[in-house]
């Protein structure tokens, strides 16, 4: 089993920046790719962005490319989102999510959810 804890959010005036973290704990053999997605109210949740443990493969939603930026650190097993540049769009719960490759995660199959963490960008 697997846990995934979120921190990071909060309220920031359009124009900041936050960043996220996520930390997995427990046995997560065979789950390479650790992402974020996001929902905002009455929307489905989206993805943002996934990085596999290699580093070598990372992709943004275009929302948020150019903007945010996925890294992680393999020693630590945390993944963290650095938001830059944030509109008010960018408004949502967002969710740590880790699966077997950054395909499967990118479209949505997650093996693991995390609680999510709120962010709110105020115009």
């Known amino acids: 089993q697997v846990q995934l804890v979120e921190s990071g959010g909060g309220l920031v005036q359009s124009g900041g920046s936050l960043r996220l973290s996520c930390a997995a704990s427990?046995?997560?053999?065979?789950?390479?790719?650790m992402g974020w997605f996001r929902q905002a109210p009455l929307k489905q949740r989206e993805f943002v962005a996934v990085?596999?443990?290699?580093?070598?493969?990372?992709a943004y939603a275009d929302s948020v490319l150019g903007r945010f930026t996925i890294s992680r650190d393999n020693a630590k097993n945390t993944v963290s989102l650095q938001m830059d540049s944030l509109k008010p769009e960018d408004t949502a719960v967002y969710y740590c999510?880790?699966?077997?490759?950054?395909?499967?995660?990118?479209?949505?199959?997650?093996?693991?959810w995390g609680q999510g963490t709120q962010v709110t960008v105020s115009s």
């Open positions: 990085t596999t443990d290699s580093g070598g493969t990372i």
């Open positions: 999510a880790l699966g077997r490759d950054s395909v499967s995660v990118r479209s949505g199959t997650v093996d693991y």
């Open positions: 427990g046995r997560s053999r065979g789950l390479y790719a």
